[in-house]
C-alpha cells in the first residue's frame, strides 16, 4: 500500500490534519489510542471507516521513518561531550533490524 492509499493531507479537510485516506479520522488518533493501552481492534471498532490494512500500514511507516532514521537521531542523542572523545577515532553505526 503507498502512503497515497494510506494518509490524506487536505486544508479543507480536518483543516489539513494528516488523515486515514478517504476517511476525516485523524492518523494522531490510532498513536493515541495505541498510547493509552487500547488495543488496534478496539480503534478499528471506534472508527469502522479506517480499514485493517490502512492502520495497519500507517503503523509500518511509523516503524520503517523510525528505523531509517534511528542514525540522526543517535546523533542528536549523543552527549557532546563523548563526540569530543569520538573525534579522531574510527566510529562506526550498525542498523538493528527488529523484525
Do not use: W
Request: aromatic letters at 8%.
Amino acid at each position: 500500500m503507498s502512503i497515497k492509499d494510506l494518509i490524506e493531507v487536505n486544508p479543507k479537510k480536518m483543516s489539513g490534519v494528516p488523515v486515514f485516506a478517504g476517511t476525516r479520522v485523524p492518523i494522531g488518533y490510532l498513536f493515541e489510542y495505541l498510547e493509552k493501552g487500547e488495543t488496534l481492534p478496539e480503534f478499528l471498532r471506534q472508527f469502522p471507516s479506517v480499514t485493517h490494512e490502512q492502520a495497519l500500514g500507517v503503523l509500518e511507516l511509523s516503524k520503517e521513518s523510525l528505523l531509517t532514521n534511528h542514525e540522526m537521531l543517535l546523533d542528536e542523542c549523543v552527549v557532546h561531550d563523548l563526540k569530543r572523545d569520538l573525534v579522531g577515532h574510527e566510529v562506526s553505526t550498525r542498523r538493528i533490524d527488529y523484525r
